[in-house]
């Protein structure tokens, strides 16, 4: 199997054995085995058809927090050749939707007098080795942020979080605040991904101090 790279658990890899010589009537059996398979296996054997020399098998491969070598072996007839699969890892990446709101897609309702929401925030999408993810929102200058080891999760938001929203009127009444949501996933070292971050409506439902 000739060398070759792959990001970990995002693609697959294939590899190829060789014979020096067509496979004899009845086929060739060729073994297989990785020297590594929380990284990278294969099946256990790959069969090679009678008159040709060659054949294909998959590599499946698992996320790595760094990048790995994995060694694959191939024999036949006694005659065991090697090749290497360089596992590298997939940089982090933060990614998320806010969801299950009672208004649909990126809109959520303050549901109480604490000021809780009925959306969720889903980081499953994140890409990468992830071990935390932090979470900010902003409603003009209120800040709030907290921190999950979950992809998925409800904000942790209470009512000062909502302070100095600005009203967005929709045919002539005031409808919802606008929120900022921003998002960073970290590795178990706790170094963070570039923030990605998206604009969502809230609906007070006549809570926080609103009137609407």
Same mark, same amino acid.
């Given at each position: 199997?000739?060398?070759?790279?792959?990001?970990?658990?995002?693609?697959?890899?294939?590899?190829?054995?060789?014979? /020096?010589?067509? %496979?004899?009537?009845?086929?060739?059996?060729? &073994?297989? +085995?990785?020297?590594? =398979? !929380? $990284? #990278?296996?294969?099946?256990?054997?790959?069969?090679?058809?009678?008159?040709?020399?060659?054949?294909?098998?998959?590599?499946?491969?698992?996320?790595?927090?760094?990048?790995?070598?994995? /060694?694959?072996? %191939?024999?036949?007839?006694?005659?065991?050749? &090697?090749? +290497?699969?360089?596992? =590298? !890892? $997939? #940089?982090?990446?933060?990614?998320?939707?806010?969801?299950?709101?009672?208004?649909?897609?990126?809109?959520?309702?303050?549901?109480?007098?604490?000021?809780?929401?009925?959306?969720?925030?889903?980081?499953?999408?994140?890409?990468?080795?992830?071990?935390?993810?932090?979470?900010?929102?902003?409603?003009?200058?209120?800040?709030?942020?907290?921190?999950?080891?979950?992809?998925?999760?409800?904000?942790?938001?209470?009512?000062?979080?909502?302070?100095?929203?600005?009203?967005?009127?929709?045919?002539?009444?005031?409808?919802?605040?606008?929120?900022?949501?921003?998002?960073?996933?970290?590795?178990?070292?706790?170094?963070?991904?570039?923030?990605?971050?998206?604009?969502?409506?809230?609906?007070?439902?006549?809570?926080?101090?609103?009137?609407?």
């Amino acid at each position: 199997m000739s060398p070759a790279s792959v990001e970990g658990g995002s693609a697959n890899s294939t590899g190829t054995v060789r014979l /020096t010589a067509q %496979a004899p009537g009845g086929d060739a059996l060729v &073994t297989l +085995t990785s020297d590594n =398979t !929380a $990284v #990278a296996t294969v099946p256990s054997s790959v069969t090679v058809a009678s008159g040709s020399t060659a054949n294909t098998f998959p590599v499946t491969t698992l996320v790595v927090s760094d990048n790995k070598t994995v /060694t694959i072996t %191939a024999t036949y007839l006694g005659v065991t050749k &090697t090749g +290497t699969l360089i596992v =590298t !890892a $997939v #940089a982090n990446r933060s990614v998320f939707s806010v969801k299950d709101g009672a208004r649909g897609a990126d809109t959520c309702t303050i549901t109480n007098d604490v000021g809780a929401l009925d959306c969720k925030f889903d980081a499953s999408d994140s890409k990468g080795s992830i071990a935390k993810y932090y979470w900010k929102t902003t409603v003009g200058s209120s800040v709030t942020e907290f921190n999950t080891t979950s992809a998925s999760s409800s904000p942790q938001t209470i009512c000062d979080s909502f302070k100095g929203g600005t009203p967005v009127t929709v045919d002539g009444r005031p409808q919802y605040i606008n929120m900022t949501v921003t998002l960073q996933v970290a590795d178990s070292s706790d170094k963070k991904a570039d923030p990605a971050s998206k604009t969502v409506r809230v609906y007070p439902a006549s809570q926080c101090g609103y009137t609407f």
